[in-house]
DNA sequence: CGAGTCATTGATCTGTCTCAATATTAGTGG
DNA sequence: CCACTAATATTGAGACAGATCAATGACTCG
């Protein structure tokens, strides 16, 4: 249970069968939906999801501009969001695995904001955004859940102006690995190792350095006996140190 | 109508009493509430606000911790909200004028998790949170405001990253100016000339800069004819020019 | 197997930080 | 009203973390 992230394992094709798009026989369903339902109101949350999409690696599953109408629960694979300025720089916002829940920045002007795009092979589930007005509505622990998940950004984001603002490039390294392998043990994966699913451009993006930071900055850990690094595998081998090194609360 | 921001001009000393509170003939509904409801549901409308709370220059409205019981919606003065490392390091991530709501940070923990404090004299509208939960659930366009406000918070965030990440110190501080100018003139302020509430310090901490930076890129944007500035007072003499430097969506 | 993508490492450059001194303003109490 | 103090702002000189430029190496995938 505790393998390392090679998310092959759950890469069963899936069907469109009825039965199995249901939230309610979901093995993410503790990591997307609120818990404290019983089996009848489970059924009526099944609506909150019309159907479920592939998408390839490389692929968008929205792009900047386009109409908002649904978030998406990831049931597989990997994502980044990222913002582009007018002359091209280019910034991811964040990298979102299996049970997390991505658009909510369509919401404000019923356009997306930002690109989403695979990191690798993945299956959402599309969740109209009427549908979880509409439920929100009828169930309060929803509605609470809902907004919870969009605070939870709000708080996390404040997190990452937090390293931008003020940390150097071996405390945002240190909290970026922290957080990522601590958010793949909350989903039965190991909790030293892991593989990176994205390139050091991208990892430099998110934390505001240079690939060449990234890559050296991994180097300079690796000689020092914190963790051990081969390409995109990392495994982690002194977390203390690691957790020492950015004096940051692992938020969320 | 398009005075400068010495927001003195609103310092009505308000009484508590009960028509007054009312958001129904609150003069920034249209900038902290939707629109469209009729003379019957804007009474409804006016149990969102419990009361409201004088907050002294200077002041926590809240602190990092507390418990999360509101969101405020602010009638006058102008916050800033901050994060702390536990080295304590700060960094601001925002800054708040009236008509804007602060507190979103609380609802994924039930705590806040993050500091807002008044820098300078401020009223705000105390709405308890469970009001606002109760009453979205009542009426869809308050839950679709409510789902935008957070959203655009998370979009303004995702800006910030951009900032942060990507842009040199001129481009960080012409975008600053430019976003505040207009978020003044929306209400009713000059587009041109602007008092700043913070200090170099409070600046530089929210774009990630040090105070002696941002001194030094005033003094240059001055040089350079763009703006003229005088301590605190700041008159946009070249917005074109601002505008330029900041190659970014002056987001929302 | 080969082409393209991605990662590593070195040398040098630069934007911002740091340290420091001074100037200006706001606030306080006599 | 002024003197005094603390807070804030400006400006300079030098230091440094990370960027940039460049070359090589390793892996991936058709």
């Known amino acids: 249970m505790t393998d390392i992230n090679t998310s092959k394992t759950t890469a069963t094709t899936i069907t469109s069968d009825k039965f199995k798009v249901a939230c309610s026989n979901c093995n993410l369903r503790e990591l997307c939906l609120p818990m404290g339902f019983n089996a009848e109101e489970m059924l009526r949350l099944d609506e909150i999801v019309a159907t479920r999409k592939q998408v390839k690696q490389g692929q968008h599953l929205f792009t900047n501009g386009d109409p908002f109408t649904s978030l998406y629960a990831i049931r597989t694979g990997f994502f980044k969001t990222c913002v582009a300025s007018e002359d091209g720089r280019e910034q991811v916002t964040g990298f979102q695995m299996a049970g997390e829940i991505i658009g909510l920045d369509g919401i404000v002007t019923d356009h997306h904001n930002c690109d989403a795009v695979a990191l ?101 850990f690796s000689e020092d006996g914190i963790i051990e690094v081969k390409q995109r595998y990392v495994r982690i081998l002194d977390a203390d140190q690691l957790k020492q090194l950015c004096n940051l609360q692992t938020s969320i």
Do not use: W
């Open 120 to 220: 690798e092979d993945a299956e959402v589930c599309i969740m109209p955004f009427s549908n979880v007005e509409h439920l929100s509505r009828e169930f309060p622990v929803l509605q609470r859940h809902v907004h919870k998940i969009m605070s939870r950004e709000i708080v996390r984001e404040n997190g990452m102006m937090m390293m931008l603002g003020n940390m150097r490039a071996e405390e945002r390294l240190a909290a970026f690995l922290l957080n990522l392998v601590q958010r793949l043990h909350a989903r039965g994966f190991s909790q030293s190792e892991l593989i990176l699913r994205m390139t050091r451009e991208e990892i430099g993006s998110y934390l505001g350095l240079k690939l060449e930071t990234i890559s050296r900055t991994f180097s300079k």
